[in-house]
């Protein structure tokens, strides 16, 4: 992947004054690291979202900041529950030429004939695992071919990922990340059918209003004909 680059400028604002970025396409962020003091920084937002596309959590992006060019990775970023809107992001200054621990996304492809027939389900129960690498030799992400599951119970764990030199694995070995699970039926539905009396009541349309304890209840041009003979 070619080297990616972000500009930043050093942010002085803060706390709810932040939202006077946003409205303004900027996106408050933070640079922190070992060996350096946390860096208040503002992007812009489109810029931001087109790098974070390419680097993920695993790629180093290089962002330039008061004169200096800092290799950082994404570690975390918020998000607007509603408008999915970057509300702020942290960024992790790396050593290039120190081991750093990242999550490594998982990924499922393929076909799973089970699956085609109906038969089961495939369960993805860890969407990450996290390995340690030089920062530069983070893999990008892990695929498991599903194909790879030929019955119900059959499971894809940590030590089943490919292996590497680049990377070692920080989760434990038997740490499961996929199973092929007996697929769930769903129960029929079934609809009472409607007594008689109701088909009829519908048929007929709503019934009269039945004669009240006082008698039966006169129209209003009647009650005005009966007040007239008086």
Do not use: C, W
């Not at 490594?104 to 027939?117: D, I, T």
């Amino acid at each position: 992947m070619k080297t990616l680059n972000l500009k930043a400028d050093k942010r002085m604002v803060f706390g709810k004054k932040v939202r006077r970025l946003r409205r303004s396409g900027i996106i408050p962020a933070n640079i922190f690291g070992k060996d350096i003091t946390s860096i208040a920084i503002q992007i812009e937002d489109k810029a931001f979202r087109t790098v974070a596309r390419q680097a993920g959590t695993t790629h180093v992006i290089y962002i330039s900041v008061d004169g200096k060019e800092l290799p950082v990775l994404i570690q975390d970023m918020q998000h607007h529950p509603l408008t999915d809107t970057v509300l702020h992001v942290d960024f992790k200054n790396v050593d290039l030429k120190e081991k750093v621990e990242a999550e490594v996304p998982v990924e499922l492809v393929g076909e799973n004939a089970l699956v085609k027939s109906g038969e089961a389900d495939v369960l993805l129960l860890a969407d990450a695992v996290v390995v340690e690498a030089l920062p530069t030799k983070i893999p990008e992400r892990f695929t498991i071919d599903i194909a790879t599951l030929t019955e119900i119970g059959a499971q894809i764990i940590v030590k089943d990922l490919p292996k590497s030199a680049d990377y070692t694995f920080v989760d434990e070995a038997d740490k499961m990340i996929a199973q092929l699970a007996e697929a769930k039926k769903e129960e029929a539905v079934v609809q009472a059918s409607p007594s008689p009396e109701s088909v009829e009541a519908t048929e007929e349309g709503p019934k009269e209003k039945e004669e009240g304890e006082g008698g039966e209840k006169k129209s209003a041009p009647e009650e005005k004909l009966a007040k007239g003979e008086k």
